[in-house]
Every structure is written in structure tokens, then in C-alpha cells.
């Protein structure tokens, strides 16, 4: 489905902050893979994110979605086959339209919009059964605008604008690192049955082991901007944190115990 | 006695005027509450749409026609702006001024070369004058302005419930969600500012028939008053008016407002010279108040926990 070849960036090329985010990486997802992706800060998992995403563009290499080079596509356009989650629950939904309006933006991405009106009684109709699911109460505010919302509640909206019209691949970054534990096991469960439901091809990014380990059917670990660890099938399922974090030492060479602390908090 | 009477009797000419110029305050809305930025294009556009609408009456065009070509000329100059922001990389703000700067050129042109141009309601046919502004005639300025508002708020009403409108929208409140939702924001913000433009170049057309001159000067400033209109109508009307049509219909009173309190404090013997900075002062002071009232909220917050 997706297909990253030997991609590579480098933050402030030539500079004394120069930063080499993203090295020779290569990555191959095949359709309905639940990919999970974990690595310490600054291993360049968002940075990947945003290079598929088209809100970074690569240095070099290229990035092929179903056999067609978007590797020079403009972001917007690569949103007609993307659903994307942000880290920041403001990022991802407009506070100051109502819950209808962003669900009805979401559910024309990647159509031509036009002169006809924005949202329709049909799909309002089809918008309450599917904010219903969400089981968040959201079916009766339909009219209330998204920033009024709490953060796991805009969250949870986004990540239906996410699938509304489904994505060829959903990308979320790091989606409940700004929830609390509650709020963000909610989210988590959510996005699991939303997931299976669509059966869609799916990048998440966390910095929980746990989560990484429970969820998806393949699991990669970043390191310095590389792929150092890519585990799936049956060796993914009886995966266990203490050994992801022998994985993590053995693969990047690293023993400081700040970086395996880190990803398994 | 005197006074008042005086004062009753430029109550019409303030009307009309703060019609006219509310027809720019919603131009400036579309950028500044819309699309979430200070286009300072205004105080050129203005002035070019009073230059065009002039010169072509003057040349024995119709000035319904005039009117459309002045809000052509405001569309283009709004295009230039956003292609100096888009294209170029610009800030928006910088961009603005750019335009703003060489429009002044532009209109003198405009003018042949002349920093005022008249054109008098006794030698063409003019849509708006000031002389009948007191008049019960269908002379009267007032109901065209207003109906011409009435129409310009239903269309805007119309056109931001659409598809695109709401794609605006979006691109003005988060940009971010709207890139990933597939929405060309740079082609939005482009339309915007021609729209914008467009309005506030009808506004400049309008006020020179009803002025009876376009005048080189005629924008300077015209971005304060735009947000005057825009600040006055969110301070009186935000609690009770909600919807999108009623906002815009709150910045078109916001202008008539402005322009009776300045009638007032000219009666009270205010120097004409002073208004530039009187009405810098109270767009200022109205911009400050949302921020201090959070100041003061937070305090307040602070002691009673």
C-alpha cells in the first residue's frame, strides 16, 4: 500500500543546529497493517509522519501509496488517501465551527468543493450514528461548537473526521500522549475498534510500550532516524516489554537506562 | 437648543456614511474575523475603488457598471496581495502594505495624475449623493445602501455555507486541520482577499458619488475604521447575535455607530484634526478589553482558589 524508499531529511542542512532526522529509511506496508511505532525522542517517528503526510517533503528517496509516486504531491492533495491524527487535540479539528460542520468538511475531503451547501439533512443523519458509536454523548450536539469539547472528546471527533470517508492509510501521531491515562485508554479503544471495523492500514506512533505491544499486527522501533527494529506476526504477539527494551539496548547500541525508561513509562 | 438640532440633522449624513463604510467593515471581516489576518490592502483598494467608479462616470459610463469595474479593480488589488503572501512567502500583514504602498501610485494614475477628481450629482446621474441625504425622495441615498447591504449580507450568508465557504472558514480558524481535511489553503486565502478587497473597493466607489469626489487620501486610515466597525458591532451585539448574518449585520450598525459617536464629539467641538487619533484610540482600547478581561478573570481565579 505504502512504500517509503530510502527517504532522508535533514533539519537546518549546512547550520550549526543542523539535525539529521530521517536517514536512508525504507519501510513497506502492506494493506491492513495495524503498525505500531515507538522510539525515544528525536528517533524521527513524527518526522516520518509528517514526510508521508506531505506536511515535511523528503531530501531525497521516494514515497509510493498504491503504485503512484506522491513523493512531490502538496499536502492537500495528499489528504484525499489520508486520515490524520494529531498529537495536539487542537490540531486536528476547527474549535470554532460547529461538531456538523467539521464532521461535513471531513466527510468531502478529497472532493472538489463546490457551490452547493455544506453540509446535508442525509448527512446529519448519517454524522449522529456515527458520533453514536463513539459512545461520548456527542449524538445531540451536533450544533455545538468543537471548542467546547474536551480534549479527549475533540480527539475522539477527530479521529472519526479521520475515517469518515475512508482513508487509505491513517496516520496518528502520538494521539493520546495529551490525555490523561482515562481518557487516553478511551481513545486508544476507540481507534482499536475503528481500526478493525474499516480494516484499515494504520501508522500510530506512541511512546507507550504497553500500547505498542497491544495493539496492531507489526511493530517498528526508530532509532536516529532509521528503522532498527520490525517485528510482526506471531513474534509481535508474544512480545513483552522487558524484551522490547533488550530489543531497544541490543539495536541502537545504547544502554543508558534514560531511553528504555522513557519508552516504557 | 442648537446643539441638538444640529446634531439631529447630521444624524442622516452619519447614517448614510456609516452604511457606506459598513459595507468595507464586512470586507474586513471576511480577512480579520474569517480568515485571521490584518489586510492593510484596504487603505489603497479603497481609495481605487473611488478612483475607477469616478473616472468612468466621469467618461460617460453608466455608474452601476462603474461600480462593478471599481470592485474588479479592488479584486485585483486583493489578488496581488495574496500573491505576495502565497506565492512569495511574504507575511500577510507585509504584503498588505506593499500593495497598499504602490497602489497610491496606482490611483494617482487612476486619476490622471490628479490627487482629486470630482464629479458632480448635477452632471451625471450619480446612484448616491449626499445632497438628498435629507431629502423624502427616491433621491434618498438611504434605501439603495441599505438594500445593497441587505443583499451583499444574503450573498456572504449564502456563499459561507458552502462547500467552499465553510473551506474558508476552516483555513482561517485552523489551517493545519484544513490541509489534512484537503483543503487548498492558499487558494482560499487568495479568494478571500479578492473577495475582501472587492467589497471595500464598492464601499470607496459608493462613498465618492456620495461625497461627490474621489480623493487620493480617501483610504488613509480606512483599515482602523473597517476594524472600528467590526470591534464596535462584537462589543454590542456578540452576546445576542449568534448567527453569521446577524455578525455581519452587527458590523454594518458597528459603522453606523462609529460614525454617530464621531458626529457627536464634532458637535461638541472636537478639531476635525483630531480624528485620526481618536479613532486609533478607540480601536486600540476596544481590542485591549477581551485581553484585560481574561487579565482580571484570572486573577479573580487565582484568589478564590
Known amino acids: ?265 | 437648543m442648537t446643539f441638538l438640532s444640529s446634531l439631529l440633522n447630521s444624524v442622516p449624513g452619519a447614517v448614510s456614511q456609516g452604511i457606506i463604510w459598513g459595507i468595507m467593515g464586512i470586507g474586513v471581516y471576511i480577512t480579520f474575523r474569517i480568515m485571521d489576518i490584518a489586510d492593510l490592502t484596504v487603505d489603497g483598494s479603497f481609495a481605487t475603488g473611488g478612483a475607477v467608479c469616478v473616472m468612468l462616470i466621469r467618461a460617460g459610463v453608466s455608474p452601476w457598471i462603474a461600480i462593478v469595474c471599481a470592485m474588479a479593480a479592488g479584486a485585483l488589488a486583493g489578488l496581488m496581495t495574496a500573491l505576495l503572501h502565497t506565492k512569495c512567502n511574504i507575511p500577510a500583514i507585509l504584503s498588505g502594505i506593499l500593495t497598499q504602498l504602490s497602489l497610491y501610485s496606482i490611483n494617482l494614475r487612476i486619476m490622471g495624475g490628479r490627487a482629486n477628481q470630482p464629479v458632480s450629482v448635477d452632471k451625471f446621474n450619480l446612484l448616491v449623493s449626499q445632497r438628498y441625504v435629507r431629502e423624502l425622495s427616491l433621491k434618498n441615498p438611504l434605501p439603495l445602501i441599505i438594500l445593497m447591504t441587505a443583499a451583499l449580507i444574503m450573498f456572504l450568508y449564502w456563499f459561507f455555507g458552502t462547500e467552499r465557504g465553510c473551506a474558508m472558514r476552516a483555513t482561517g480558524d485552523n489551517p493545519t486541520m484544513a490541509k489534512a481535511q484537503g483543503i487548498n489553503v492558499k487558494n482560499n486565502m487568495i479568494i478571500a482577499l479578492m473577495c475582501s478587497n472587492a467589497l471595500v473597493a464598492l464601499s470607496g466607489a459608493l462613498l465618492a458619488q456620495y461625497q461627490g469626489a474621489s480623493d487620493i487620501n480617501m483610504g488613509r486610515g480606512a483599515i482602523v475604521i473597517g476594524l472600528a466597525a467590526v470591534i464596535i458591532g462584537e462589543v454590542f451585539f456578540s452576546k445576542v447575535f449568534k448567527n453569521f448574518a446577524l455578525k455581519l449585520l452587527a458590523v454594518s450598525i458597528g459603522a453606523v455607530v462609529y460614525y454617530l459617536v464621531l458626529q457627536i464629539t464634532l458637535q461638541l467641538g472636537l478639531n476635525t484634526n483630531d480624528l485620526k487619533l481618536i479613532s486609533a484610540m478607540i480601536v486600540a482600547v476596544f481590542l485591549a478589553v477581551p485581553y484585560w478581561k481574561k487579565l482580571a478573570t484570572r486573577k479573580k481565579g487565582v484568589k478564590n482558589a
Request: charge should be neutral.
Open chain 1, 1 to 265: 500500500m505504502l512504500e517509503l524508499k530510502n527517504i532522508c531529511k535533514t533539519f537546518n542542512p549546512g547550520t550549526v543546529n543542523e539535525k539529521v532526522a530521517i536517514k536512508n529509511l525504507s519501510l513497506t506496508l502492506s494493506d491492513g497493517d495495524f503498525v505500531t511505532v515507538i522510539g525515544s525522542n528525536g528517533a524521527g517517528k513524527s518526522t516520518m509522519l509528517n514526510l508521508i503526510s506531505g506536511a515535511l517533503t523528503v531530501d531525497s528517496g521516494s514515497i509510493i501509496a498504491n503504485g503512484k509516486d506522491i513523493t512531490h504531491l502538496p499536502d492537500y492533495k495528499r489528504a484525499s488517501i489520508l486520515g490524520r491524527v494529531f498529537q495536539d487535540p487542537m490540531m486536528g479539528t476547527s474549535a470554532n465551527m460547529l461538531i456538523e460542520e467539521n464532521l461535513a468538511l471531513a466527510n468531502r475531503r478529497g472532493q472538489r468543493r463546490g457551490l452547493r451547501w455544506g453540509i446535508t439533512e442525509v448527512e446529519r443523519e448519517f454524522f449522529k450514528k456515527s458520533l453514536k458509536k463513539l459512545n461520548l454523548g456527542l449524538e445531540n450536539r451536533l450544533d455545538t461548537k468543537v471548542g467546547l469539547l474536551s480534549g479527549g472528546q475533540r480527539q475522539a471527533v477527530t479521529l472519526l473526521m479521520a475515517v469518515l470517508r475512508k482513508p487509505e492509510l491513517l496516520l496518528l501521531d502520538e494521539h493520546t500522549a495529551a490525555l490523561d491515562p482515562k481518557t487516553a485508554a478511551k481513545v486508544l479503544a476507540i481507534t482499536e475498534e475503528i481500526v478493525q471495523e474499516n480494516n484499515l492500514t494504520t501508522l500510530m506512533v506512541t511512546h507507550n510500550m504497553k500500547d505498542a505491544i497491544e495493539h496492531g499486527n507489526r511493530l517498528i522501533m526508530m532509532d536516529g532516524g532509521r528503522i532498527v527494529v520490525d517485528i510482526s506476526g506471531e513474534e509481535k504477539k508474544n512480545l513483552t516489554v522487558p524484551y522490547l527494551i533488550e530489543l531497544f539496548n541490543g539495536a541502537s547500541g545504547n544502554t543508558e537506562a534514560n531511553d528504555a525508561m522513557l519508552l516504557s513509562k
